[in-house]
Structure formats: C-alpha cells, structure tokens
Antibody, heavy 115, light 112 residues
C-alpha cells in the first residue's frame, strides 16, 4: 500500500521560497504522475503542477513563473518549490499520486505566509 | 481553463436516503479516446481528499458500491444510494481532460 509523507517549512515571510518534499513509501515512481495541490483556508482545491516518473513537468499557468517540481528517484521523493511567496500563498499543500484520478494523497502541510 | 460548477453547494441528508450531486463543465470532458475525464473526490472533515470515482463512472479501490457516477460531455452526477453518517464532508468534481485540472467549488454534505 503506497503512502505519501510530506514535510517542509510551515511559516514563511513574504518574498521567501516555499519548499516542500513528499516521500513515496511502499511503491515506486514508475507509470504515475506526481502532483501538488493546495487549498487556501476555507476554500477549494487548486492544482499546482505535476511531474512524471521520467521527469516531465506540467504547471498551472497561474503559478508557472514561480513553481518548480522536481524528482529524486534515488530517495523516492518529489519536491515543490514556490518562489516569491505572498500572503495569498497561505494554504494547506498536498502531494498526490495520479494515474486514473489522484488516488493516494499526502497528509497535507499547512503553510502560512506572514510578515 | 475549464470552469467547473456544482449543485447544490450544500446538501443536508438523512441517513438511509439517497443523495445526488450535479457537476457541470464549461467544455466537454469527453476525450477522443471515448473516456470522460471527470473525477469525484470526498474531503472528510480534517482529512485529505480521497478519490471516489474516476473517468466519470469508475469507482476507486475500496469505494462502496453505494456510490455511483454517471454523465458525459459537460453534465455529470454523483449518486449515493443510501447515505451513511460517514459520508459527510465536501464533495468535489475535477476535470482532467485539459491542463490545468480544475475543481468544482465543492458540495458540503451533512446530516440533517
């Protein structure tokens, strides 16, 4: 049973870079896309981007200039970096595995941007 | 981006009774391969979202057969044949036919 465990800094100041990592346990990267999704407080879900097992990336155009998603197959991890954060980036960030739907999700990381 | 809408946004339900949620998209979700790229998720209180249905009508692993999905093109429905107390939460539809995947606003289901 694949599990995703995510971690990273939860409190940032404006203009800093958000950095989160998602570990994949009990499975491999092959054949899937690995996604990041966020949820602002009290709001709905927003897809940030994804990376394939071979390293091909897709990003939401609304965030594309600030987002980088990368893969470390040797550590079974994938990561999210979001630069120049603002208060509007405050959200719970989720990682997820995707093939036919996003069928495995991480536990979520609350990221707060505040001066 | 494809805009997803859901109705109702709030749905009080009675255990044992059926429930239905509608999802509409601003563009067709029917791919040239014949599949509708529409997923349903449930976010229970305090939890991460969980996949219920993919490609419109396929139940995800472990999802009870009380849940069913239907529809094609731009109109989709999630039905619960007999609601249980554990079904409370926010239900989201999501289109995956075009990047970026986009979610509906969510339908909050709670017990009357």
């Amino acid at each position: 049973q694949v599990q995703l465990q995510q971690w990273g800094a939860g409190l940032l100041k404006p203009s800093e870079t958000l950095s989160l990592t998602c570990g994949v346990y009990g499975g491999s990267f092959g054949g899937y896309y690995w996604s990041w999704i966020r949820q602002p407080p009290g709001k709905g879900l927003e897809w940030i981007g994804e990376i394939s097992h071979s390293g091909y990336t897709n990003y939401n155009s609304s965030l594309k200039s600030r987002v980088t998603i990368s893969l470390d197959t040797s550590k079974n991890q994938f990561s999210l970096k979001l630069s120049s954060v603002s208060v509007a980036d405050t959200a719970v960030y989720y990682c997820a595995r995707s093939l036919n739907g996003m069928d495995v999700w991480g536990q979520g990381t609350t990221v707060t941007v505040s001066s | 981006d494809i805009v997803m809408t859901q109705s109702p946004l709030s749905l009080p339900v009675t255990p044992g009774e059926p429930a239905s949620i509608s999802c509409r998209s601003s563009q067709s979700l029917l791919h040239t391969n014949g599949y509708n790229y529409l997923d349903w998720y449930l976010q229970k209180p305090g939890q991460s979202p969980q996949l219920l249905m993919y490609m419109g009508s396929n139940r995800a692993s472990g999802v009870p057969d009380r849940f069913s999905g239907s529809g094609s093109g731009t109109d989709f429905t999630l039905q619960i044949s007999r609601v249980e107390a554990d079904d409370v939460g926010v239900y989201y539809c999501m289109q995956a036919v075009q990047t970026p995947p986009t979610f509906g606003p969510g339908t909050r289901v709670d017990i009357k």
